[in-house]
């Protein structure tokens, strides 16, 4: 299923335009946003046993060698033209060691559901720096809908911040909004990493733009990550319950995840990709609820409803 799944990809790199491509992207974005609202979940577990940076290095590095045999699959065009390839390279230092290491401290400080939440405030960040970098202006309607989904995400927000100020030990609101405040730069760095890479994949495709990123990310996570305490490591590794979660983060999540990302962004632009990160917390929340146990309320289900219908509306102003 995977290799078919990065065959089909490396066939749609040159497709054009059309209510096919668009309705490929659509689809590609939502099994996307299931596979990232689940990874809250597994992080989550990961933390029980080693650090946020260490949890970000293993898993590029099982998401640059899926990708590289997914290369050899799709056998894509890999040539990057010199003047590229600073482009390239910032947005995946910006999308992948700035973000991850924000995202996963974060969850240091707050619940899985939560965390989802708040990184649902990617599109209108999104589209504030896309109006910026490309002069665009949004119609008013569209701004509506991203709006509408910032609503249903400011009401789950209000239930999660509710929730961990009562249930934490200690100064519970102060360890939220550490948390937030991490989660909020986190997103912001997704946005960056949204905007740089709308060049990048309009020249070169998914596929091989996220092979060159997630492997010079890994890199840069090697030189920042402490490789002291072998021992541990070799410990650690050999726990079923973390090369199970690693796996399903490096490969479904990194590798597969951010090639279908990149192949929507090809196609719908960023404000509408962006506009589908509100669906993560819809998944994050429901994950979080049935693997960790963590508490969903009726607020935070009528926030995903009306997330889910600002995502609608982005969309298909778009399409219009």
């Known amino acids: 299923m995977i290799r078919a799944m990065y065959a089909a990809i490396g066939e749609m790199r040159d497709m054009p335009s059309n ?3 668009r309705a490929a992207s659509v689809m590609a974005l939502v099994f996307t946003t299931v596979l990232w609202g689940l990874s809250f979940v597994s992080t989550k577990v ?26 050899a699959i799709a056998r894509p065009p890999i040539r990057v033209s010199r003047r590229d390839i ?7 230092i910006v ?3 700035i973000y991850y290491y924000f995202e996963n401290t974060g969850l240091l400080h707050l619940s899985a559901g939560t965390a989802s939440i708040i990184i649902a405030s990617t599109p209108a960040m999104t589209a ?10 949004l119609p008013a309607a569209e701004w509506a809908g991203i709006l509408v989904s910032a609503a249903g995400v400011a009401l789950v927000v209000q239930s999660g911040a509710a929730q961990a100020a009562a249930t934490a030990a200690g100064d519970g609101r102060a360890e939220f909004l550490l948390g937030a405040a991490l989660l909020l730069a986190a997103a912001f760095a997704w946005s960056l990493y949204t905007i740089f890479n709308r ?3 309009a020249t070169y495709g998914a596929l091989t733009t ?36 690693l796996g399903y983060l490096g490969i479904f999540c990194s590798a597969i995840g951010y090639s279908l990302y990149l192949f929507a962004l090809r196609s719908l632009g960023p404000t509408v990709v962006s506009a589908f990160i509100n669906l993560v917390p ?10 960790l146990g963590e508490r969903v309320t009726p607020v935070q289900l009528a926030g995903g409803a009306i997330v889910v219908l600002g995502i609608f509306a982005v969309e298909r102003m778009q399409g219009d």
Do not use: C, D
């Not at 600073?86 to 995946?92: E, F, I, K, R, V």
């Not at 920042?224 to 490591?233: E, K, R, V, Y």
């Open 19 to 21: 209510p096919g491509s």
């Open 46 to 71: 990961l933390l029980r046993h080693m650090a946020p940076v260490q949890i970000a290095l293993l898993r590029h590095a099982v998401a640059s060698i899926a990708t590289w045999i997914a290369v």
């Open 86 to 92: 600073p482009t390239m390279l910032t947005a995946a």
């Open 95 to 97: 999308g992948i060691p």
């Open 128 to 137: 504030a720096v896309e109006t910026i970098f490309y002069r665009k202006r």
């Open 199 to 201: 060049p990048n994949v």
């Open 210 to 245: 996220n092979a060159y990123q997630i492997t010079f990310a890994t890199v840069v996570l090697w030189i920042a990550t402490p490789h002291s305490g072998g021992a541990a490591w070799r410990e650690t590794l050999a726990n079923p319950e973390v090369l199970l979660n």
């Open 282 to 291: 819809v998944f994050g929340v429901a994950g979080s609820a049935l693997m």
